[in-house]
């Protein structure tokens, strides 16, 4: 077994721990073109992403863009970023590509001084100079994989930056802006756990216990701005009051409106006293299980908040969960608004059936969205062949089995793998229909497959972050995409009529 | 809240008499919403349009994900997704096997580019020598991109470390004769297709165009970029390195040439017509293609004389661009970039008229100010900026700019770059906005 003549398999297994015996180093060969008859497709030894290294087209990002994308959805609230200035820039180039709105994002600039001498500085002059330009409430400090290694001691450089800011401007304005410390390692994790270990370290910050406001607390995960508004329009047909955290559908979906304030803030994001006030709620509810699930047990433990995980309420089974738990919880009763949107919803599905029933699916993305996306196909008589999840988790493997059982179904599930192995199960086995993020777009074009864009990220199309998925409005909308979606590539224009 | 005590001796005004040139090559100060970025994204900017190269990520998941991505466009990167075992344990191994399988998942490849990103330089992988053990086993160069984020002041240090690796690594390890008048171009990305139009105006002064570094460089062409006899010099901030040395080490001399904007491109084939004795074929080019663009080029002239303009990008093409304003008859305001060096920003000085504002490294908050206090009617740069601008009503144009706007460089690119200008300034929706 030989490479160039040189490399022999003895020269692999010379190298100890990682188990890759018995792969056939030999005729292995991936090119990213469309399927053709040169295309020769990669050994099967070196596909599953478990009897590799490498990892090609991760389904995931580092943890701190959770951790921004978080400290985003708070009102006035700048995420300095305690890293090299990659680190902020690329998120930066993310959020504007996806949400097409400006996101500011404070970095503290490691240069090599940084690297030798530790981020103390940086971390001092930057959250002064922060202060200085841009007078926010609240800061979070986030830190990626180069300050954890270094080792900076966060905390105690935070506390000299309040004494100097207290020095140079005097108390009030020390004190009037708060600070929430998230470690977010990138070598650990991915964006799922970054975003989690924000929802805890905000809440561990900011919520104190006051009196019951009678609230309901919504975490709700990496979901689009559209999809915040559907839970919001839930809410407010039941009546109930209620604090978003992380609310980015004031902040990632803005009006363009003039004139603009100076530096310029959007209107929208969740007001720290609502955060403060989250210890004070009558149940969280965190929409999102991976994207949440930390700050609604610490409210649940500390402030005996009762914690209400998921699933995510897209689709019907879901849904039907969220509103009836909400009915429990708040003792208010399904309104008939709401029963009634359920009914469209049911109605769409049984005008459709004929379209969908019995496609194949492939689905990617975050494990959330994908478990519930699961769901709601199998809810429209899709069969699930792929499942690909970036970021592993056993609660999501756990989920879709539970609701491949209950449809008799026997997808393939990557947990945690790259795209790359997904890409090539759809390539050899064919799939009718991919639900999945633009990332999914090259296998759905080199293989010819028509796909609908859902979760996180959606950077090639315009509208999706407007958008919601979840509710029954969501799925309304969700399935209309997926019909005229099949119209537009399985039948002909003759025989769409009616 | 506190009175701002902030120092702005990075934006100048350029007045008659004053030979000040706004402070630049300076690490930003931290807690500022920098443009800038880090030298592993310099060096992906550089090296991802290297087709026949694996690129390997040595670090964390997160930094392939992003670098994948470079100037709008999707490439395959590998990575060694660094977990907090290795980061404790060292990734060495990781990465030998990394390496081992990459070359077999693509053997048709004929370089190997291993990127060392913050936390990789930072646990101390001993990246150079298991890249060099790994060079016989794969039979191929492995290249080590020594570029960390925390490397340098910004992207721009990645640039440099890019074309060092280049140069050091590839450029001149083959002896072969090349064709006549052949010419290498250097600082020219291929951003839809740009290359090809600058090589399709050279041919047809019958000019070869050998590497173009790096929008089209096959590995054959690099080990051989040292035989030409002219090096074109396009992107100055991120290509002059390589053409000095190219100079010093070869003895290749360089032109300085720019393809944006009728006068420049104009003055650029005169100007390499002279060099490589085709001044006929240079001026039958000219002729040809002015004549062509002619008609449709004066209603977009009409439209925008004495619009103004406002600037901020890579330090690049500043003065290449203020220039290619100035033949759509439109007025520059403001112009900057996040890194560019003192030789840029001569040139632009020179470039624009008295008072105009010349920023270096402008926060996100001096944009906003400058906007805010000039009004431009057009501003262009990345796409950071766009959404911002936006928000203040006033039209933008992304630079380099996005698939569908076709290239801009060339007689016909022109009309393609005023056509972006034009949308951007007469947007209906700008009017609607101020009308509420």
Same mark, same amino acid.
């Given at each position: ?14 190298? $100890?721990?990682? $188990? ?27 596909? $599953? ?87 926010? !409430? ?24 309040? !004494? ?117 709620? #009558? ?15 610490? #409210? ?13 309420? #897209? ?67 899709? !069969? ?14 756990? !989920? ?78 969700? #399935? ?19 | 809240?506190?009175?701002?005590? +902030? ?14 040139? %706004? %402070?630049?090559? @300076? ?21 991802? /349009? ?9 670090? /964390? ?38 390496? *081992? ?5 693509? /053997? ?32 191929? %160069?492995? *290249? ?43 600082? &020219? ?31 054959? @062409? ?9 090096? +074109? ?6 290509? @002059?390195? +390589? ?9 290749? /001399? ?7 904007? +009728? ?67 439109? &007025? ?14 001569? &040139? ?79 947007? %209906? ?8």
């Amino acid at each position: 077994m030989k490479l160039n003549g040189r490399l022999t398999i003895e020269d692999l297994n010379a190298l $100890p721990e990682i $188990p890759i015996e018995g792969i056939n180093y030999e005729q292995i060969y991936i090119e990213k073109e469309p399927i053709c008859p040169e295309y020769t497709p990669p050994d099967e030894t070196i596909i $599953p992403s478990s009897k590799r290294t490498v990892v090609i087209d991760p389904g995931r990002i580092c943890m701190p863009f959770g951790a921004m994308w978080a400290s985003v959805g708070v009102h006035k609230c700048i995420p300095f970023v305690q890293g090299a200035q990659g680190c902020t820039t690329y998120p930066r180039y993310t959020f504007s590509r996806i949400f097409r709105e400006p996101v500011s994002i404070a970095t503290a600039s490691f240069h090599e001084d940084a690297a030798v001498f530790g981020g103390r500085k940086n971390l001092i002059e930057g959250i002064r100079n922060l202060i200085c330009r841009y007078q926010p !409430e609240v800061i979070s400090i986030i830190t990626v994989c180069s300050s954890e290694i270094i080792g900076d001691d966060i905390d105690s450089y935070l506390d000299e930056a309040k !004494e100097q800011l207290e020095e140079e401007f005097g108390p009030e304005v020390s004190d009037s802006v708060k600070f929430v410390i998230i470690h977010t390692p990138s070598f650990a994790g991915s964006h799922i756990e970054g975003y989690n270990r924000a929802a805890k370290a905000f809440l561990q910050t900011l919520a104190k216990k006051r009196s019951p406001n009678n609230k309901v607390n919504i975490i709700p995960g990496m979901v689009t701005p559209g999809d915040i508004r559907e839970v919001k329009h839930i809410l407010r047909l039941m009546g109930i009051e209620n604090i978003i955290l992380f609310d980015i559908s004031g902040t990632l979906d803005c009006p363009l409106r003039l004139p603009q304030s100076m530096p310029y803030y959007p209107k929208g994001g969740t007001k720290s006293e609502e955060i403060m006030d989250m210890a004070n709620s #009558l149940a969280t509810f965190a929409l999102s299980p991976h994207e949440g699930k930390a700050g609604a047990t610490y #409210l649940e433990k500390r402030f005996k908040v009762p914690a209400i995980i998921g699933p995510l309420p #897209l689709g019907v089974h879901n849904t039907d969960i969220f509103v009836k738990r909400l009915a429990d919880v708040t003792g208010r009763p399904i309104p008939e608004e709401i029963k009634d949107e359920r009914g469209i919803l049911l109605d769409a599905m049984a005008d459709t059936f004929h379209y969908t029933m019995m496609r194949r699916v492939a689905i990617c993305g975050d494990p959330d969205i994908v478990a519930a996306a699961t769901r709601f196909t199998c809810e429209l008589g899709m !069969e699930p062949v792929a499942i690909f999840n970036g970021t592993p988790s056993k609660d999501f493997a756990q !989920e879709v089995w539970a609701v491949a059982e209950e449809y008799n179904y026997k997808p393939t599930i990557f947990n945690g793998g790259d795209m790359f192995e997904w890409e090539d199960f759809i390539k050899r086995e064919k799939v009718d229909l991919i639900l999945g993020n633009s990332k999914a777009v090259n296998v759905a074009k080199e293989t010819d497959t028509p796909i609908v864009r859902i979760g996180f990220p959606i950077y090639d199309r315009v509208g999706y972050q407007r958008r919601a998925n979840i509710g029954y409005r969501g799925g309304e909308y969700l #399935l209309d995409l997926i019909v005229n979606t099949i119209l537009d590539s399985k039948f002909p224009d003759d025989r769409v009529h009616q | 809240m506190p009175a701002t005590n +902030l120092k702005k001796a990075h934006i100048l005004r350029k007045a008659e008499g004053v030979t000040k040139l %706004p %402070p630049c090559r @300076r690490p930003s100060a931290p807690g500022k919403i920098t443009q800038r970025s880090c030298a592993y994204y310099g060096a992906r900017w550089m090296l991802a /349009p290297l087709k026949d190269a694996i690129h390997l990520v040595h670090g /964390p998941v997160g930094c392939a994900y992003y670098g994948s991505t470079v100037r709008g466009k999707t490439y395959k990167l590998f990575s060694t997704a660094l977990r907090e075992k290795d980061v404790i344990f060292g990734g060495g191994e990781k990465l030998t096997r990394s390496l *081992i399988e990459t070359k077999c998942l693509m /053997p048709k490849a004929r370089h190997v580019f291993v990127y060392i990103t913050c936390s990789t330089a930072l646990i101390g992988d001993d990246v150079y020598d298991i890249c060099k053990k790994m060079e016989k086993k794969l039979g191929c %160069p492995v *290249i080590v991109v020594n570029c960390p984020g925390f490397k340098g002041e910004s992207q721009a240090s990645g640039h440099r470390i890019a074309y060092e690796c280049l140069l050091n690594q590839l450029i001149g390890q083959e002896k072969r004769q090349i064709g006549p008048n052949a010419v290498n171009i250097i600082g &020219e990305y291929n951003i839809n297709g740009e290359t090809q139009v600058i090589k399709s105006l050279l041919k047809k002064m019958g000019i070869n165009v050998h590497c173009v570094f790096t929008g089209d460089a096959p590995y054959e @062409r690099i080990i051989t970029a040292h035989e030409v006899k002219l090096n +074109l010099l396009i992107c100055q901030s991120t290509g @002059r390195f +390589l053409a000095q040395e190219m100079e010093r080490r070869y003895g290749i /001399p360089h032109l300085k040439v720019s393809f944006f904007g +009728l006068s420049q491109t104009k003055a650029s084939l005169h100007k390499i017509g002279q060099y490589l004795g085709l001044k006929k074929e240079a001026e039958k080019v000219i002729a040809d293609e002015e004549k062509t663009i002619k008609p449709t080029l004066s209603y977009f002239l009409s439209k925008l004389k004495g619009k103004k303009a406002a600037l901020f990008f890579g330090a690049s093409r500043m003065a290449s661009m203020i220039n290619a304003l100035e033949d759509l008859c439109m &007025e520059v305001i403001a112009t900057g970039s996040q890194f560019g060096d003192t030789a840029a920003y001569m &040139e632009t000085k020179q470039a624009v008229k008295s008072g105009t504002l010349i920023m270096d490294d402008a926060s996100e908050q001096d944009l906003e100010n400058m906007r805010h206090g000039l009004k431009p009617d057009v501003f262009m740069g990345g796409i950071k900026e766009q959404y911002l601008s936006h928000k203040a009503g006033i039209g933008f144009c992304i630079f380099p700019q996005i698939k569908r706007a076709g290239p801009y460089v060339g007689f016909k690119g022109f009309l393609n770059f005023a056509r972006s200008v034009y949308k951007a300034v007469y947007a %209906p929706v700008w009017r609607l906005i101020k009308s509420s």
